[in-house]
């Protein structure tokens, strides 16, 4: 009898463990002419400028949800971090936290504003731990399959001249 309940005990508990699986959200890259025109324009950029790439990603998203974006930072490291978002989305946001949580950075641009669908900026952490990029998007025609691009450069050469940093974004 004992046999019986145990079996169907665990015959439940893989159905439902099933049915929750359905919920988990799975990362699917995406495709955007336009945003890899971008991607490859910011690279040549940012490695004229001493930065080597160290991770990238392109996601498609959803309008209005963040997707975290989790990398280890070294202390005293120079790091330039690049967003990308869907063209016809009409606000672009970038929050960074810190390992306790704290709010290290906030960028947000409108559609008509210069830098439009992309955001970048530079950050040097003060300690050596794990930080989380939170980029979002808001569309108001599309909701599902934006594309987004995130991006993480590291500064790799030594170069003392204090113009080379003015002209980072």
């Known amino acids: 009898m004992k046999k019986i309940y145990f079996s169907l005990l665990f015959i439940a508990l893989t159905f439902f463990s099933s049915i929750n699986a359905q919920d988990v959200i799975r990362l699917q890259s995406c495709s955007n002419e336009l945003i890899g025109k971008q991607v490859d324009s910011l ?65 947000q641009n409108k559609w008509g504003d210069v830098d439009g669908n992309v955001i970048s900026y530079k950050y040097i952490p003060k300690f050596s731990e794990y930080h989380m990029m939170k980029p979002v998007q808001v569309n108001k025609k599309k909701k599902k399959d934006l594309c987004g691009y995130v991006m993480l450069f590291k500064r790799t050469a030594a170069n003392s001249d204090a113009t080379a940093a003015t002209k980072l974004p």
């Open 43 to 107: 690279k040549s950029i940012y490695k004229s400028e001493g930065f080597s790439l160290l991770k990238e990603a392109s996601i498609s998203m959803e309008s209005e949800f963040e997707l975290p974006v989790v990398v280890p930072l070294t202390e005293g490291s120079w790091y330039q971090f690049v967003f990308i978002g869907d063209i016809t989305s009409r606000l672009y946001e970038v929050r960074m936290y810190d390992w306790q949580e704290r709010m290290v950075v906030f960028r």
